[in-house]
């Protein structure tokens, strides 16, 4: 009997898809095998994995192109993959289908170091494409933690940050230019070369942050950014959170635009201790800061810093000013993650990851430990302070699904208070699956829109299914009613467009 891949409703024949894709994709670079398939199936989110039918690894646009005038005319799923770094389940293909790694397209097309710019392919992973933009004496700011692994297009799908947002904005932010192609196979470019252009509508901000249910992007042009002439960095720690807060109001309210400024809690500070070899930092709200320019002006504004949060009755007050030092420093708080996972290998994380406005944060941080207390759950706060964004974990048994429903309970009441205090869902993680429910909460009236933007691009539904939006079926996740009006695939009436 021959052997069937599911799309959809509508199996399709194994062998005859598989000679399609072979029309146009090397045999070494299609991958059916269990291994591959697996690899492909979970990104570092508490979901479920689920399986693709088939992995390809394209090389180009035109590669891409094809696949998808495949895909499109057998209505089947596609999702890209890049580092499969995500941690709201964004690339999981949970329609299974067809998963297109990224990876090979990992090049820099071109560098213009006069117009601070280079032109790239999505595969590149963020550290080497500073590592080779060293030598112009230029990088791309806009990382986040995981840029190690985070490739530039799951960066852009996702429009992700990270600590350097307070003074570099985020990834979209340094999108210049976009090569993308739909879900029927057409190319299109979006944005231009210019810093500035208003010549029609400007698409492109609808697919930087889409998680690829819109397009696939294969080629974008970035800004670049002169390199620091200095970096210097301190740390200081509080005895309660209103002295924390009281020193960040302070920070906020001055002249100093710090490159990185983050919070850290004294349950986070505890943790990052008891999982980081050669880690003692003080188990208290801690405040970890990074500037950057020329040493002299930093140091005065280190000293400017100190003067302020001693105002707060900081506890202590560490300076760092060699790039060693500052290495050091911020290596402990960038690879925590990894520590904790090897350290307590039963134990998930399941990331609150919220922003809220600057004013609020104060409110957010009472509110996550009054939570915790109500829920009984093992909770601690890290974020970037200087764009009031969180990344609370809440942590749960992996053996125990009790455990991981009690986390998810105080992950949606600490969700919908964000959203109460004028804050958003994600600010830089995306909604992914896990946060799917909270779209039309946040955005009742405009949601039917992105919806109709999701059926324009995708009438299929085809490109990362699953995602973004509430109850999504295969085609958008909107579905008529008898009456007419337009109901959320689960029967919620939507207001009217």
Known sequence: ????????????????????????????????????????????????????????????????????????ANNIPVTAWGGGS??????????????????????????????LQARIQPGIIGDDLNNHLEQHGLFFPAFPGSSN???????????????????????????????????????????????????????QPLFIGSEGTLGVITEATIRLAPLPAAKASCLASFPSVHEAGGAIRSLQLSSITPAAFELMDEAYVGMLNAVQSGVDLPELDTLLIELHGDMEQLKLELHRIERLFKKHNCSTFSTYTTPKECEALWACRKGVRLAFNAKRPHTGILSAEVAVPLDKVGDFIHKSKELRRHYDVQM????????????????????????????ERFNDELTR?????????????????????????????????????????????????????????????????????????????????
Do not use: C
């Open 149 to 203: 692994i985070a490739t530039l297009g799951g960066m852009i799908a996702n429009n992700a940050g990270g600590m350097y947002a307070v003074r570099y904005g985020v990834t979209g932010n340094w999108v210049q230019e976009l090569k993308i192609v739909l879900a029927n196979g057409d190319v299109i470019r979006t944005g231009g070369r210019t810093r500035k252009s208003v010549s029609g509508y400007d698409l």
């Open 1 to 72: 009997m021959a052997t069937k891949l599911q799309v959809g409703k509508r199996p399709v024949d194994k062998g005859q898809h598989y000679a399609l894709l072979t029309q146009f994709i090397p045999k070494e670079r299609i991958s059916f095998t269990r291994a591959d398939r697996i690899l492909h199936s979970k990104d570092k989110s508490f979901h479920e994995p689920k399986e693709p039918d088939v992995v390809i690894w394209p090389k180009d646009t035109h590669e891409i192109s094809q696949v998808m005038r495949v895909a499109y």
């Open 86 to 115: 995500s941690l709201q389940g964004n690339p999981i293909p949970v329609r299974g289908g067809i998963v297109l790694n990224m990876t090979k397209m990992a090049n820099i097309l071109e560098v213009i170091p006069e117009g």
């Open 380 to 407: 601690m706060n890290h974020g970037h302070m200087g764009d009031g964004n969180f990344h609370t974990w809440a942590l749960y048994d992996l053996r125990d699904k009790n455990s991981l429903g009690q986390a």
């Open 417 to 497: 208070y964000a959203l109460q205090i004028g804050g958003t869902a994600s600010g830089e993680h995306g909604l992914g699956m896990s946060k799917r429910h909270f779209l039309p909460v946040e955005h009742p009236m405009s949601m039917p829109w992105m919806q109709d933007i999701k059926r324009l691009f995708d009438p299929k539904g085809i490109l990362n299914p699953g995602k973004i939006f509430p109850a999504e079926d295969m085609r958008d996740g909107v579905v008529p009613s008898s009456a007419g009006k337009r109901v959320a695939a689960n029967g919620s009436p939507l207001p009217s467009a």
